[in-house]
Nanobody, 124 residues
């Protein structure tokens, strides 16, 4: 089971980025999937997730209306489209998955499978 994240980078305030996370060894659609982010010295924060049971999504209040999570079952890949980026969105972003049917946005302990982080930096 492996998750491979990509798509981070440096962007100006107000810009957009799309993160990708490709799964191998399992079918992403059968898992609850999520994106997290972490700033050094701070607790990991759940950003968004999709439940495998019904495809419902959840968003942290700080990103609602600006970020969109999605998945492509044919490519076994999940995405995080990030628009109207702010300097406070700067963090290392991680994708995660779990066999649970429902997703939650916790500190990350709910999820058993993790991708490597990808750095997102938003300049002011």
């Amino acid at each position: 089971v492996q998750l491979q994240a990509s798509g981070g980078g440096l962007v100006q305030t107000g810009g957009s980025l799309r993160l990708s996370c490709t799964a191998s060894g399992f079918t992403l659609a059968d898992y609850a999937i999520a994106w997290f982010r972490q700033v050094p010295g701070k607790q990991r924060e759940g950003v968004s997730c999709i439940s495998s049971a019904d495809g419902s999504t959840r968003y942290a209040a700080s990103v609602k209306g600006r970020f969109a999570i999605s998945r492509d079952t044919a490519k076994n890949t999940m995405y995080l489209q990030m628009n109207s980026l702010k300097p406070e969105d700067t963090a290392v972003y991680y994708c995660a998955a779990d066999t649970a049917r429902l997703c939650i946005l916790d500190s990350g302990s709910w999820y058993n499978f993790w991708g490597q982080g990808t750095q997102v930096t938003v300049s002011s």
